[in-house]
């Protein structure tokens, strides 16, 4: 028997709830035949797949980050705006495709509005720099009365967009990056862009790119240069991540949570480092703006492509276990909620995203949808600390770590706690119990498991996997106790006075 304490007393943090983010790339069918596809049966008079606009609500994305990734670091935003007969088709560096800029900067504003988010959007500061990224937010977040901003106007978008959250580059340690720097070139780099930014709109705030994984030979000094020189005018640094199996090994991976829980924790130390040698009170808080399940191992490689027309391009079917692993990444962004204001599910549709589209054709919703999906449709406005004592699994990548990853949130204004748990163990169920505050019922337990967790979904059978209900869960002398399935996820929502 597990034992899992939770109380409202015990807070780590209000939810900023874009942490519920994702990610939109011209990479592969993301965008092309993805969220925009002009003549298919559900596209509005924008173009837009209204089939995939629906489940980016029903997924509950609250903001997206634009336009990459690895293109955006090769990218003039100057070849997407105004008519589309006059834009040019060029070579994206980054994965070798034609890119025919029919879809741009005042397409995916348009775009966000309808899907109800927030656009975060990245300037390149691989093969351009501070003009580029000036003219932009001109573009973008002034008000009629410069050349730029008339620009904007002249173009059919008389109001300012408003754009409040800016990345300062992609992934600018990769060497694999268009325009790569060291961590002293980009940092100047950076903190003069930002320094021209702030002249132009004061009150945006700027993402710092931070290493593009924990296990880069740069990450942790690339931290310290970049913050060292950028402190005073970034409010963000990023993290990016990918998972998948290594050579077979199905119980680290399920035990993935542990590495990102680690590299947010040293980034963490390294920012607040940076803070006491400046003897700063301002805290710097982070973005986790690329993460999700990415079987690399299946991807040739930038150079390892032809170049080509926009086609599919690491489309992953997602298993069961894919979900779990997903759901248990979520819970630890929340555990981090004091310091994670902003995260991204990368990335949104067809290129390793929760939702699948075919070309003038059907779209579903991946296995990962459904965490995602749930914990942001039910999760509260604080998260809360819990505790385990429970059953341990040992681990080929991690060590001996909690069978358990758990997180809760609390909504003050009705009440209501809501669990969130993965049992990461793939061969062991466990049966749990949470001691509660008098008067809280059970109204709901939802699962997501399969005897069968090579499971998929497909345009065929696209509700192959799913969240079921779980009907045993019940509150006996102020304890709620529930069985969990080996290599699950589950939501238990808790709420005074209710029924099942």
Known sequence: MARLAVDPAFVVGALDRRLFGSFVEHMGRCVYTGIYEPGHASAD?????????????????TAVRYPGGNFVSNYRWEDGV?????????LDLAWRAVEPNQFGTDEFVAWSRKAGVDPIWAVNLGTRGIAEAVELLEYCNLPAGTATADRRVANGAPEPHGIKVWCLGNEMDGPWQIGHKTAEEYARLAEETANAMRRVDPGIEFVACGSSNRHMPTFGDWERTVLERTYDLVDHISLHVYYEPKDGDQQS?????????????????????????????????????????????????????????????????????????????????????????IACLAQLVNVIGPIRTEPDGRAWRQSTFHPFALTAKHAGSTVLRTEVAGPDIETAAYGRVPALWSTATYEESTGEVVLFVVNRSETDKVDLEVPLQPGLRVVEHLALYDDDRSAVNTAEDPDRVVPRRVDGTEVINDSCTATLPPASWHMIRLSPGGTR
């Open 45 to 61: 008079p924008d173009g837009f797949r209204e089939d995939v606009l629906a489940l980016v609500r029903e997924l509950g994305v």
């Open 82 to 90: 105004g008519p589309k007969d006059q834009r040019p088709r060029r």
């Open 253 to 341: 991976f399920l035990a993935a949570a542990e590495d990102m829980d680690r590299f947010i924790d040293s980034v963490v130390a390294t920012a607040d480092h940076v803070k006491a040698l400046k003897r700063s009170d301002k805290e710097i808080t982070l973005s986790f703006d690329e993460w999700n399940v990415w079987y690399q191992a299946r991807f040739p490689g930038e150079l390892g492509l032809d170049v080509r027309e926009v086609g599919p391009l690491i489309e992953d079917t997602y298993t069961v276990d894919d979900a779990v692993v997903v759901g248990s990444l979520l819970i630890t962004l929340l555990r981090h909620a004091d310091r994670v204001k």
